[in-house]
């Protein structure tokens, strides 16, 4: 079983100031970690995912995101926002396992809005 | 370029009536996916299938049915659209179990309202 709590369902920060959003998961086995972005009236877009390798997973748009085991966090982070950062995002995880449907669980959402 | 494709952006329906909604995938993926998004509850999973003719409930199937008869289009059916039914519904696909890490790519959406 598997479960995803992203902390904060809204987050406001200035242009320019750091972003962080949280994402917290439980997994029974090791996990495949996902950050997707969603903007007004559009479908999920991928920003990243970490997989196996460096903990460490750099997406588009200036996103990173690092995996860390031993607090089973995922935070997704970039250093100076910008106004088109405004968006959702969804963090998500997936068993990396064989699995006939390959699900993804998704957590419910950080709303991020960007100050000008 | 990957590419879903939903038939619809906006539907409106009435009470009652049998709705539709259609995905297509040109990317032979093998896992097809329904999610209905809701504000502050994220995206739920509705039904998936795994290959053609072949479908699995997700965590809320009731008042939905799916259709899968080529490998291409996975079809949604509200067999009788109640206003508790009004959402954002999102189809994805996957490459296949184990494949691509299971990362899934989305079409745009359908916004569903239900009068």
């Known amino acids: 079983a598997q479960s995803v709590t992203q902390l904060g369902s809204h987050v406001s920060v200035s242009e320019g100031a750091l972003v962080l959003l949280r994402c917290n998961y439980s997994?029974?086995?090791?996990?495949?970690l996902f950050w997707y972005v969603q903007y007004p009236n559009q479908g999920l877009q991928l920003l990243l995912k970490y997989t196996t390798g460096a903990t460490l997973v750099k997406g588009i748009n200036g996103f990173e995101a690092e995996f860390k085991k031993s607090e089973t966090s995922f935070h997704l982070t970039k250093p100076s926002a910008h106004m088109s950062d405004a968006a959702e995002y969804f963090c998500?995880?997936?068993?990396?396992?064989?699995?006939?449907?390959?699900?993804?669980?998704f957590g419910g959402g950080t709303r991020l809005m960007v100050k000008p | 370029d990957v590419k879903v494709t939903q038939s619809s952006r906006y539907l409106v329906k009435r009470t009652g009536e049998k709705v539709f909604l259609e995905c297509v995938q040109d990317?032979?993926?093998?896992?097809m996916f329904w999610y209905r998004q809701d504000p502050g509850l994220g995206l739920r999973l509705i039904y998936f299938s795994y290959d053609v003719k072949m479908k699995e409930k997700g965590d809320i199937p009731e008042g939905y049915s799916v259709s899968r008869e080529k490998k291409e289009r996975f079809s949604l059916i509200l067999e009788s659209a109640s206003t508790n039914q009004t959402s954002m519904y999102l189809c994805a696909s996957s490459l296949g179990a184990g494949g691509y890490y299971n990362e899934q790519f989305f079409g745009p959406g359908t916004r569903l309202t239900v009068l």
């Open positions: 990317m032979d993926h093998e896992n």
């Open positions: 997994s029974s086995v090791p996990p495949y």
């Open positions: 998500a995880v997936s068993p990396s396992l064989y699995n006939a449907g390959n699900m993804l669980t």
